[in-house]
């Protein structure tokens, strides 16, 4: 299950509309949890938030691949994602992902995949 949700996040962050609003609606009719799904893009916002700070303060790639830490390469493609997104609109993000954490409690069940597909188009657009 965690590693279905890394890749519908990867498909949310590589603004792949229709991969992602499939995939997120074949994990919710196989009962997975969007919580876990709301909690890795969360962390993957917050972390494309920080790294987009550190891009804006002009500091170089290998600077922010050693503070991010983990796999060069890894760090690389995130790089990459990144820079698709400005401050912003990831702070824009950010304010939407809670606000469909709010809307997944307190509506009906039913409107689950309405809200994150909602997300996903802000997010690629």
Request: glycine content about 6%; proline content about 2%; cysteine-free.
């Amino acid at each position: 299950t965690e590693a279905r949700v890394f890749l519908i996040v990867d498909a949310i962050l590589q603004k792949k509309v229709s991969a992602a609003i499939v995939e997120i609606n074949e994990f919710l009719q196989a009962g997975g949890y969007e919580g876990l799904l709301l909690n890795q893009l969360s962390n993957q916002f917050q972390k494309i938030l920080m790294a987009r700070r550190l891009l804006d303060s002009k500091k170089t790639e290998q600077e922010i691949i050693e503070i991010l830490g983990g796999h060069p390469f890894a760090a690389k493609k995130f790089l990459q994602t990144v820079r698709t997104f400005s401050q912003v609109k990831i702070e824009s993000l950010i304010l939407s992902l809670t606000r469909t954490g709010f809307q997944m409690r307190y509506y009906d069940k039913a409107f689950i995949p309405y809200f994150i597909e909602k997300l996903i188009l802000e997010t690629a657009g």
